[in-house]
């Protein structure tokens, strides 16, 4: 599957450790700074890429059809895994 852009993986889960410009992580839910106006990640294909935001590879399962779908799975696999 190609990843659709939708970002619900920039969003949705919690980071504790440190990404750029964000030292302390981020908390589920909250968008992530290195998300520009477009939504895209600015880190995307740089090597400062954290690797937590490598690891998230795009599924059918993960992602569903539409943003809402990926909010949801992300966001159940993140109170799975607290």
Not at 29 to 51: F, H, I, S, T
């Amino acid at each position: 599957m190609i990843c659709r852009k939708c970002d619900a993986c920039c969003i949705a889960p919690s980071i504790t450790a440190a990404i750029p410009y964000v030292p302390d992580g981020k908390p589920a839910g909250a968008r992530c700074v290195n998300l520009d106006d477009r939504n895209e990640c600015v880190l995307y294909g740089r090597r400062e890429r954290p690797a937590f935001c490598l690891g998230w590879q795009p599924t059918a399962g993960l992602c569903g059809q539409a943003f809402k779908e990926a909010m949801f799975h992300i966001a159940s696999l993140e109170r799975a895994t607290a």
